[in-house]
């Protein structure tokens, strides 16, 4: 039987499939394993060789589970809502549902050929109704939650609603941004809307004003990291800051809870970092500062440092901060107009990330030490976000060096209020010494200093001690077309909820997914019968983010077509904490934070009984491309006609001449037949990297004519070669990406090598978490290991497997094999393996081992790495029925290396002279009474007794003479 690697794939795939071997159980005597993928957006441009490295190294885990015993949930499904799909309905006119079905159904096949053990089962897809009504579902009870402090937890708004008729608001301890106080009278004497209005201000998903990504091309809000350099991530367009009516998720309710929690879970350091600093916690003091000459309108700050306050030099309010426009003076509204627009191209991220370029404008205005009555100069600037605390801050100048820079940049007076420091270089950083130049702070260490000051501010009522997040509330609005619609519907202006009978509510059918003339989100196109429910004067228009259904589908996994419940509880209850979770670490702000206060949400209301999502995550690096560069040569004197590339031999030689025209001189034939001018008439030149298409190139060596018949503007490219007529590329390592023509696809090599040497392969590349370069040419040595691993079980296409005794030597190498195998997996080391079973095969081999006992064993660690060949090997050394992937992890017997004997080095008086082979057992006295008997031991001893015998057991033997 020979190793047609194609035909045995597609055999185990069918009976895969047919006997549904990778369904897991929904309650067993098993220990449960819960395996789980960060799941993809199906993009139409499919896999590519990056994409299945985190797939295969959680198979590989899954599979070694199931051989340990376990009952292994290990699903797969897809994030099908998404930008992309809508903007080419957008460009076509086609609904984005047919373009993600046909880009499900490529992903589908891609997946199937690399043999993945996913429960197909329980696939999901965000985009279905079936399942974006649980996410409607979960979104109304997040509106109908507010968050108690009291409780430290999400509770029915009923209750809240209750309190608020028998006793007002007044002894309610809320996260909220409500202020107001209100009495139970006063509150049933509110109207509807009013009441609904004050609720929106508790209630855990609220609409409100909020600052938003807005980019005009695409239409829609964007979330901060969609926006990269004050673009959108998505064709590059311009994005700006504005003010829009939007829904929110009042996250940073969960902030102390998000930040705890992380004490609990197994991630790296890195991803709870970047988490800790997104949280971003802040103890300190807000503090209020009134306007001068206004006593109705003040501003307030909060402040780590409330021990600095005497050193405020001037304060700064965001852009967009709501005071701006009511206190610049006439003097300045124009040049505040313009810097405010100015501002509001900026996104958050870049306007927090441009430290060096300092901007600012002052208003005019000044407000008044709340302790010493002093005018203090108000500046806005873009380096401070209204979204973000209060929108203001005190600055500091002799504290913080931004603020000492801002100061310095715009020449406003520095006050100091430290003893014996000098600022005239840059703030004072450090966190020792005394403060001056306060009448109840003076002589103080800092953090003395913090409690007196918090303490006056609080006893003169200037505001109070407080906690601070960086963290702020989750925008839940998107102007988009293909997204989970709201189950909301307005009356008067009033939101209400659609009852849960009649979810989903479905995407209607609409003329164009482009806003409206009007600048309403695509869904205001829907004509009222459009929808399949419809009340109210209208339905809500936006949609919810795509995060909204990333947020839980590891939950409804584990019930995927329960019609009654999200998940019910007992499943949840069964397979709780995701065990293991991969993915990359580009989710680490983003879905991996809104899963975690989801799951936080859900445990509070009792419909699961876990608060953290994952409880092991690896980050897996990223696989880049290398990319093929040919360079074009243009001239600045010359229009050319037709484009030159240069070969990567003359690159290297302009590149290290002092003259390049040099070299030129030695291409004068080339130059002057293709562009009809002498070298010496010219004098400026460019050399201007293009993308190749990989498929053009072979070894770095170019087809010149494929590469003429790949683009129309190079039909009549000419060509530099190098002395043997060959075209060389430069390359380069860099992200994989479809404008750079270094796209891999897994396809090509499936067919070519088989999928198991893929897997095997692209584990072998290194350690899971390192970003490596894809190179093809290793990836025949791994198909040549599993050639050579069936040659122990076939010779000239017969079963040459046998049964009986075992040699030792195989036993030992086997078992020593088994115990790197599970050691290494364990650990999550998936790369070594590769070599360990290549070590054992190479052994085996040389063993002329084809021992059932010890192959049939080999076959079982092989599996999680190349299933197909394992489960092929398996049937034919005897296990017709079944599956190799029922089979049980060997066991490690320590015994099987424990060596029989050992070899002692003999010395005479410190020089080695022969080895003698002794039985492990023997004693020191039994080593040396059998050295002694040796014949050797007599020639070099010459008949003397020696006089001292010194025996290191299992070490040496030395004897003095």
């Known amino acids: 039987?020979?190793?047609?690697?194609?035909?045995?794939?597609?055999?185990?795939?069918?009976?895969?499939a047919d006997h549904k071997t990778f369904a897991a159980e929904d309650n067993s005597v098993k220990p449960k394993y819960y395996v789980l993928d960060m799941f993809p957006y199906p993009s139409g441009a499919g896999l590519h060789v990056g994409h299945p490295l985190g797939y295969i190294a959680s198979d590989i885990y899954a599979r070694y589970k199931r051989l340990r015993g376990y009952n292994v949930l290990h699903p797969m499904g897809y994030d099908s809502f998404g930008l992309p799909a809508e903007q080419y309905a957008i460009q076509t006119g086609q609904h984005p549902a047919i373009t993600t079905e046909q880009n499900i159904a490529r992903y589908r096949d891609q997946l199937d050929k690399i043999g993945f053990s996913f429960d197909w089962d329980r696939e999901v897809r965000t985009s279905s109704p079936e399942y974006y009504k649980w996410t409607q579902w979960i979104f109304k009870q997040i509106f109908n939650s507010w968050y108690n402090v009291t409780t430290d937890k999400a509770e029915s708004i009923d209750l809240l609603i209750a309190e608020f008729e028998k006793n007002g608001n007044s002894d309610v301890k809320a996260v909220s941004d409500f202020t107001n106080t209100f009495t139970a009278e006063e509150w049933k004497n509110y109207s509807e809307k009013e009441q609904s209005d004050i609720l929106m201000e508790y209630r855990l998903a609220y609409l409100a004003d909020s600052w938003v990504n807005w980019c005009p091309a695409l239409g829609t809000v964007l979330a901060n990291d969609e926006v990269i350099n004050g673009l959108s991530e998505r064709g590059g367009h311009p994005v700006e800051q504005k003010l829009m009516r939007q829904w929110s998720m009042r996250i940073k309710a969960y902030a102390e809870r998000l930040l705890t929690g992380l004490d609990t879970v197994d991630w790296t350091d890195a991803i709870k970092d970047m988490q800790r600093n997104w949280i971003g916690k802040s103890v300190g003091a807000s503090v209020k500062f009134r306007i001068q000459n206004d006593e109705f309108r003040e501003i307030e700050v909060f402040t780590t440092r409330p021990d600095t306050i005497f050193g405020v030099s001037f304060m700064v309010l965001a852009p967009e901060h709501p005071l701006v426009d009511e206190i610049t003076t006439a003097e300045y509204k124009e040049a505040i107009e313009a810097y405010k627009t100015a501002a509001s191209l900026k996104s958050e991220r870049d306007r927090q990330a441009d430290v060096k370029n300092i901007t600012g404008q002052f208003t005019g205005a000044y407000a008044i030490h709340p302790f010493s009555g002093e005018k203090i100069p108000v500046w806005i600037g873009d380096y401070v976000l209204a979204s973000y605390g209060?929108?203001?801050?005190?600055?500091?100048?002799?504290?913080?060096?931004?603020?000492?820079?801002?100061?310095?940049h715009f020449n406003i007076p520095i006050k100091n209020i430290f003893e014996n420091v000098d600022i005239s270089e840059g703030a004072y950083a450090e966190k020792e010494g005394t403060i001056a130049d306060s009448d109840f702070l003076s002589g103080l260490p800092i953090k003395k200093a913090m409690a007196v000051a918090i303490a006056k501010i609080e006893e003169q009522d200037l505001g109070k001690g407080k906690t601070n997040y960086r963290l702020r509330d989750a925008i839940f609005s998107r102007q988009r077309y293909w997204g989970e619609p709201f189950p909301v519907y307005y009356k008067n202006d009033i939101p209400y909820l659609v009852d849960d009978a009649n979810l989903p509510i479905e995407l209607p059918e609409v003329d164009k997914y482009l806003p409206t003339e009007d600048g309403e989100?695509?869904?205001?196109?829907?004509?009222?019968?459009?929808?399949?429910?419809?009340?109210?004067?209208?339905?809500?228009?936006?949609?919810?983010?795509?995060?909204?259904?990333?947020?839980?589908?590891?939950?409804?996994?584990?019930?995927?077509?329960?019609t009654h419940e999200f998940v019910s509880k007992e499943k949840a209850d069964y397979w709780n904490q995701v065990d293991l979770y991969i993915g990359g670490s580009e989710h680490a702000t983003g879905h991996l934070l809104y899963s975690r206060f989801w799951c936080k949400f859900l445990f509070d209301k009792g419909f699961i009984g876990f608060d953290e999502p994952f409880k092991k995550m690896i980050n897996q690096?990223?696989?880049?491309?290398?990319?093929?560069?040919?360079?074009?040569?243009?001239?600045?004197?010359?229009?050319?006609?037709?484009?030159?590339?240069?070969?990567?031999?003359?690159i290297n030689k302009l590149n290290k001449s002092e003259d390049q025209f040099d070299v030129f001189q030695e291409m004068n034939s080339h130059i002057t037949k293709s562009v009809g001018i002498e070298m010496d008439k010219v004098s400026e030149f460019q050399k201007i990297p293009v993308h190749v298409d990989i498929s053009l190139v072979d070894n770095d060596k170019l087809d010149t004519e494929a590469f003429k018949a790949w683009r129309p503007d190079f039909t009549n490219a000419e060509f530099i070669l190098e002395d043997d007529g060959t075209?060389?590329?430069?390359?380069?390592?860099?992200?994989?990406?479809?404008?750079?023509?270094?796209?891999?696809?897994?396809?090509?090599?499936?067919?070519?090598?088989?999928?198991?040497?893929?897997?095997?392969?692209?584990?072998?590349?290194?350690?899971?978490?390192?970003?490596?370069?894809?190179?093809?040419?290793?990836?025949?040595?791994?198909?040549?290991?599993?050639?050579k691993l069936w040659r122990l079980f076939f010779e000239d296409g017969k079963l040459i497997v046998t049964e009986g005794s075992v040699d030792k030597a195989s036993l030992k190498t086997l078992h020593k094999t088994i115990k790197k195998v599970e050691d290494d997996l364990e650990r999550y080391s998936f790369n070594t393996n590769v070599s360990t079973l290549m070590i054992c095969v190479n052994e085996l081999t040389e063993q002329k081992c084809h021992s059932k006992e010890v192959l049939e064993q080999l076959v079982v660690l092989l599996a999680p790495y190349a299933p197909?060949?394992?489960?092929?090997?398996?049937?034919?050394?005897g296990y017709e029925k079944g599956t190799v992937?029922?089979?049980?992890?060997?066991?490690?017997?320590?015994?099987?290396?424990?060596?029989?004997?050992?070899?002692y080095p003999v010395s005479f008086n410190g020089k080695m002279r022969f080895n003698a082979e002794l039985p492990t057992t023997f004693t020191a006295k039994e080593v040396e009474e059998a050295v002694l008997a040796m014949p050797e031991a007599e020639k070099w001893l010459e008949g003397k007794a020696p006089k001292k015998v010194i025996v290191v057991p299992g070490k040496i033997v030395n004897m003095v003479v």
């Open 885 to 903: 992937s029922t089979a049980h992890f060997p066991t490690f017997d320590p015994e099987m290396l424990v060596e029989a004997n050992t070899v």
């Open 621 to 650: 690096g990223m696989i880049l491309g290398r990319s093929s560069l040919a360079y074009r040569i243009d001239f600045k004197e010359i229009d050319l006609k037709h484009p030159i590339f240069i070969s990567s031999g003359w």
């Open 390 to 408: 209060t929108g203001a801050v005190m600055a500091v100048p002799c504290g913080d060096q931004r603020d000492w820079d801002f100061a310095k």
């Open 1 to 16: 039987m020979e190793y047609n690697f194609n035909e045995i794939e597609r055999k185990w795939r069918k009976y895969w």
């Open 868 to 877: 197909h060949t394992a489960e092929e090997l398996w049937e034919a050394i």
């Open 521 to 562: 989100p695509p869904l205001a196109r829907a004509e009222k019968s459009a929808w399949k429910y419809s009340e109210g004067d209208r339905m809500e228009y936006n949609t919810m983010p795509g995060w909204a259904g990333s947020s839980f589908y590891f939950l409804r996994y584990m019930d995927p077509h329960n």
């Open 727 to 787: 075209f060389i590329c430069e390359s380069e390592v860099e992200k994989m990406s479809k404008s750079k023509f270094n796209v891999q696809t897994p396809d090509e090599l499936v067919e070519k090598f088989g999928a198991d040497t893929l897997r095997m392969y692209e584990m072998f590349l290194g350690p899971l978490e390192q970003t490596k370069p894809w190179d093809t040419k290793g990836i025949s040595g791994v198909h040549n290991f599993l050639r």
